[in-house]
């Protein structure tokens, strides 16, 4: 494998050092810009989600000064299309869970909800469909379909027959999976955690490792009975990406602090959902690759923690979300970038961001290096880590859940860490470039903000930085307006706009979105910033 240089970013990977007791630290923070360095910043354009008073959330476009371009209604992850429509998901839609896509003036141009005949999907219940979704082209079918993370339940019976260890799984389950969605609104592919589990206890299954084999043996299937069990969503996915080169799905296991890689392109047949569905569950769906904790399926050490003193093991991740690949064209393209929320690390606990490399050349040869065969540097972390940010005092940037980031045309790094609402970048060096923290709040929208509870308090969601050369926003007025604090002091909105907000001087409200039905629109790729 073709070694990468580690960059450690002021501070990466050691823990609290004495100076960080004397960081500046505050009950009260202001929001909006907190700080603009021109010369190297990108100049891109931030998409985040805003919490109303009246429980509505609202979709944002501002520039980096916090000037509203642009407003949608929010259903909860809104990512733009190619076409520039706002593409998201979650409840709402028509009173259901499903998918939405709305053009730049709020006009809902395609939509689809769940069938009702998929009970083992709304069974699920709020975890039927969740977190993330993807505009992807679909090759072998020459068209545009949506990839969508998706639970199904599972009874505690069934889990106990399928070779659930009865002391862990006590309870009903829901563990995630994915299906494919054409335009028209079928299911067209599914691939489910179910079909890929193993265990070593118990030799009647059809799943046991077999006489003489272990977990270790099986680095592409899923240990059911590893830590918990079975139980809850014991299987949580929170974010999904596809690589268009490799045909491959990338999707985030936070619960084990790990991305798996899943051969999307080798286990789907073009206009046969039943043998696609059919592939996915043997071994062309089996996982192709996975990164982050090796102890998972006992190919690692694993970490441990006691007074006074921890050890991480062979675990490079401690809760994590939005695995992404860098898109080509962008510095480190083909790499993956990775938020580490670290909220499940043994000591002392901060975020960081991760680029790795896994490969065995280049990317598009599609050869992944076990992340255990790669090995460690003499601070036992992953060769295969080519660059990472952490904040010299831990507590400047943290977010025990949700979170996301994008790779700049400049080489910084857009981050957006949802507890707090905050947002900013950093050059490839490490140096802070710009910040902004999210003003809308569950308690309305705040020019400060004072000792903030509960945690999701100006939550942004998982929100990206899009640049001017993106293809959603080429053409369109991206005139600035004035900011969401100014907005509301102008009492411009008290709920959701749908449409573009009123340029200064125009007055009165910006119209509301138009309500629409289901269309026959939609397309474009989307996801890549």
């Not at 689809?112 to 469909?129: M, V």
């Not at 299987?235 to 596809?242: P, R």
Request: with cysteine.
């Amino acid at each position: 494998m073709k070694r990468t240089l580690i960059i450690l970013i002021v501070g990466t990977f050691l823990t609290i050092s004495l100076g960080s007791a004397y960081a500046y630290h505050s009950h009260v923070g202001q929001t909006g810009l907190l700080y603009l360095d021109k010369e190297k910043a990108y100049p891109g354009y931030n998409l985040f989600r805003g919490s109303m008073s009246d429980g509505t959330k609202v979709t944002f476009l501002t520039d980096l000064e916090g000037r509203v371009i642009n407003s949608w209604p929010c259903y909860g992850m809104p990512r733009f299309v190619d076409n520039g429509n706002i593409y998201d998901m979650g409840p709402g839609i028509d009173g259901k869970y499903g998918l939405i896509e709305m053009d730049w003036n709020g006009k809902v141009v395609w939509k689809w909800t769940i069938p009702e005949d998929r009970t083992d999907i709304l069974d699920a219940g709020n975890k039927a469909i969740h977190h993330q979704k993807q505009r992807i082209f679909n090759k072998a079918l020459n068209a545009y379909t949506n990839i969508v993370i998706s639970a199904k339940f599972l009874s505690h019976e069934d889990a106990l027959a399928a070779g659930g260890d009865p002391n862990k799984a006590r309870s009903d389950s829901s563990p995630d999976g994915i299906i494919e969605v054409d335009m028209a609104g079928n299911i067209i592919w599914e691939w489910s955690t179910m079909d890929h589990v193993i265990q070593d206890k118990f030799s009647d299954k059809p799943n046991y490792v077999g006489r003489g084999k272990k977990i270790s043996d099986y680095p592409g299937k899923i240990d059911m009975n590893w830590g918990r069990g079975l139980r809850g969503d014991f299987v949580h996915f929170n974010s999904i990406d596809y690589n268009s080169t490799l045909g491959h799905i990338a999707v985030n296991n936070s619960f084990g602090s790990e991305f798996w890689i899943i051969d999307h392109q080798g286990s789907f047949i073009p206009n046969d959902p039943k043998g696609s569905n059919a592939l996915a569950a043997g071994p062309a769906g089996d996982l192709l690759y996975r990164w982050g904790n090796p102890s998972r399926y006992g190919a690692g050490a694993e970490p441990s923690w006691e007074y006074g003193s921890s050890s991480l093991g062979d675990q490079q991740a401690f809760f994590t979300h939005s695995i992404q690949w860098i898109p080509e064209g962008l510095p480190g393209a083909g790499h993956f970038l990775y938020f580490d929320n670290n909220s499940l690390r043994p000591g002392t606990t901060f975020s960081r961001i991760l680029e790795i490399n896994p490969y065995d050349g280049p990317m598009k040869s599609g050869k992944y290096v076990p992340l255990m065969e790669a090995g460690f540097n003499y601070n036992h972390v992953s060769n295969q880590i080519a660059w990472s940010y952490q904040s010299r005092d831990y507590t400047s940037f943290y977010s025990d859940y949700g979170s996301n980031m994008n790779r700049l045309p400049n080489g910084n790094t857009y981050v957006a860490s949802s507890g707090g609402g905050q947002m900013f970048q950093v050059t490839s060096e490490g140096v802070l470039a710009w910040e902004y923290i999210n003003p809308c709040s569950i308690e309305g929208v705040k020019k400060t903000i004072i000792d903030p509870i509960p945690r999701d308090y100006n939550a942004s969601g998982f929100s990206v930085m899009y640049s001017k050369d993106h293809p959603a926003l080429k053409g369109r007025d991206l005139t600035p307006t004035i900011t969401i604090t100014e907005m509301a002091a102008r009492g411009e909105f008290g709920g959701i706009t749908g449409s573009r907000p009123p340029k200064p001087g125009e007055g009165g409200k910006g119209k509301k979105g138009r309500k629409g039905g289901k269309g026959k629109g939609g397309g474009g790729k989307g996801g890549k910033k």
